[in-house]
């Protein structure tokens, strides 16, 4: 992101005076602010005489970054960043984004999250609790927002962050870090967001035991007082505020499934962590298939981790295949999932999760298969030693999952093998990208969920692709917000993922190091082609509220950019 745009910002009319602008980091410019605006805000002798322009500010802040010890500390010093100045804070990110996003999103958001109450200096965001649903009306309108002023709010209730599981009202900082995203990549306006955290309570001794902890100190609600709850929350921001797309982020399982299941139908709205990462998953295998010359149809498909990022994975790959010509029973047929019991099968009882079921191997099909009685089921080495996988895709939070002899003996059978493990923050992910490539001699495609430096082999260098949903849902909420979409619908995650897979389609396929993903420093541009596409699906499928002639001109128009407006003092 540059501090420029082309088009000349609307003046901002600030109502605030002295004390209260710098106060407030959506209005304060700090230094920035002129003679005149100084003036006119009466901030005259509250800030060092010399003037600074925003690219002095950014050159200031972003030396300040790098000082800092280690990459929690610059996390807090950007938070604390954003909370002075959001303008400079999104200039910063933006210049810097394949050094920033790691420190703002995965994996750095993940210890924040764990640190939350130790590093905790001011609120950000809406607190909604479980103990107190007559307040939700009024904690949402505490934020200042009429019905017209929100485009999007990401939600969580912290059970399931990232692969690091619950931490409770810390949960906060990944609806943060994905608004940070949103507003980095795709320039969604950051004054027409709100992250929410759905305060439950959390099942985390840990945390209950802590004086410092500062949530809800008690056991995650049950379930009728947690559906009443949320609820209450969709019906209530749905009325306040009309246009808002509600993003769900890091929910335990069955109640991620339970939740998209109820809504998706009624309001717009979308789960991240099924759908958005089933679409960047799709946009890799797509151009991962390309790479290795074997259409789609012909693949076989091991998913290791079969939750809620394994199974939205597996649905979007299953839609794409019979959108491929394949029968829903065809295309159900190539993927072996593996979870916590093994390999899924249909004599698993109650052992298999209702959203599993359809991927449930036939159990005759394994009878002579080796079996881990530790699990007890057939576990990952069986089963790609028996399917002869050309795809494994990790979304177990299983650090190392992913053995030598794993990798080995899956590269012994495919000639391109497409590799995926997408598990966060790092330490998590089912093996490293030095590792598949050394294992497979350099034949295997990779792309991980967390960011992982470039490989050098035998002279070659190999950038790794982010499998990670960030490629996708600041585009996608960026075309459903232009398009004023009143569904996030399967087809718009499709054109994200087309959209995605598209931006790698001039790489020469037969290079060893051929990307399946692109690079995260064109992440602006490849946001901005997901929303064109979105938006354009949203239009065809008439979902789209808004009369859309120029699609292409209509986000580039909508993009917020973090430039210093002029002041209009009111
Ligand atoms: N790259 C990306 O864009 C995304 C990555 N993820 C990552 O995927 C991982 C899983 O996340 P969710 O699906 O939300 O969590 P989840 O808890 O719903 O799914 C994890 C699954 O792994 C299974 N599992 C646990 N231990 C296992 C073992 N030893 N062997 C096989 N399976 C095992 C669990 O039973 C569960 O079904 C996390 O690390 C998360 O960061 C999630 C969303 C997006
Ligand atoms: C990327 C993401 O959404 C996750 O790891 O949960
Ligand atoms: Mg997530």
Redesign the pocket.
């Known amino acids: 992101m540059t501090g420029t745009s082309d088009t000349t910002p609307r003046p901002l009319k600030i109502t605030a005076r002295g004390r209260a602008v710098l106060a407030d980091p959506r209005i304060n410019r700090g230094t920035a602010f002129t003679g005149a605006e100084r003036r006119a805000l009466d901030l005259v002798g509250l800030i060092p005489p010399h003037v600074l322009t925003q690219d002095e500010q950014a050159e200031r802040a972003y030396a300040q970054f790098r000082q800092q010890p280690d990459d929690l500390a610059k996390s807090v010093n950007l938070t604390n960043l954003h909370d002075r100045n959001e303008a400079l804070f999104y200039r910063l990110v933006g210049d810097h984004l394949e050094e920033m996003l790691p420190i703002v999103y ?1 994996p750095t958001v993940g210890t924040a999250i764990e640190r939350y109450s130790y590093e905790y200096r001011r609120p950000r965001g809406i607190y909604l609790s479980v103990d107190a649903p007559d307040d939700i009306e009024r904690s949402l309108r505490a934020s200042g927002l009429g019905a017209d002023d929100v485009d999007l709010i990401v939600a969580t209730d912290g059970e ?1 962050i ?2 690091i599981g619950d931490w409770g009202v810390g949960g906060i900082d990944i609806a943060v870090g994905k608004l940070a995203v949103y507003t980095a990549a795709a320039g969604i306006d950051p004054r027409r967001t709100l992250p929410v955290m759905l305060d439950v309570g959390t099942n985390r001794q840990e945390l209950l035991d802590n004086p410092l902890y500062l949530g809800n100190r008690h056991p995650r609600a049950d379930r009728d007082t947690y559906d009443a709850f949320i609820d209450a929350y969709v019906t209530t921001a749905t009325r306040l505020f009309p246009k808002a797309l509600l993003h769900w982020e ?1 929910f ?2 069955a109640n ?1 499934r339970r939740i998209l299941d109820r809504y998706r139908d009624r309001v717009c709205t979308f789960n ?2 099924i759908q ?2 089933g679409a ?1 998953n799709l946009a890799a295998v797509l151009s991962g298939a390309r790479a290795a010359g074997l259409p789609l149809p012909r693949h076989r498909i091991v998913v ?7 199974i939205g994975v597996a649905e979007q790959l299953r839609d794409a295949l019979v959108a491929e010509g394949l029968s829903e029973a065809e295309a159900t047929a190539r993927f072996w999932c ?3 019991y093994g390999l899924l099968t249909a004599d698993q009882g109650d052992k298999l999760r209702d959203f599993q079921v359809p991927y449930a191997r036939p159990a005759d099909e394994v009878d002579d298969w080796r079996r881990d009685e530790s699990l007890p089921g057939v576990p ?1 080495d069986e089963v790609v030693r028996r399917v002869r996988p050309t795809i494994l895709i990790g ?4 650090g190392g ?1 992913f053995s030598e002899t794993i990798v080995r003996e899956m590269a012994r059978h495919s000639e391109r093998p497409i590799i995926l493990p ?4 790092t330490a ?1 992910a089912e093996a490293g990208p030095a590792d598949l490539l050394d294992w497979t001699d350099g034949k295997a495609l990779v792309a991980t ?1 967390s960011p992982f430096a470039p490989v050098e082999r035998d002279g070659t260098t190999y950038e790794i692709g982010q ?4 490629l996708v849902f600041p585009g996608l909420g960026l075309g459903a917000v232009v398009a004023r979409a009143s569904r996030v619908t399967d087809r718009m995650l499709r054109a994200a993922a087309d959209a995605v897979a598209r931006r790698t389609d001039d790489a020469d396929a037969a290079r060893p190091n051929t990307p399946v993903l692109p690079p995260i420093r064109d992440l602006r541009r490849t946001s901005e082609a997901v929303a064109v596409a979105v938006a354009g699906a949203a239009a065809e499928e008439g979902v789209a509220r808004a009369g859309l002639d120029d699609v292409e001109a209509a986000v580039r128009a909508a993009r917020w950019e973090p430039v210093y407006p002029p002041v209009d003092a009111v």
Do not use: E, I, K
């Open positions: 995965t399931g990232l692969g890091d335990g399982t991620a991240d962590d958005g990462t960047v290791f981790g079969a939750g809620t990022a394994g593996v979870d916590r990952l979304t177990s939070g299983q999952a997408m598990s966060n923050p998590l969920g499998a990670n949903n960030a």
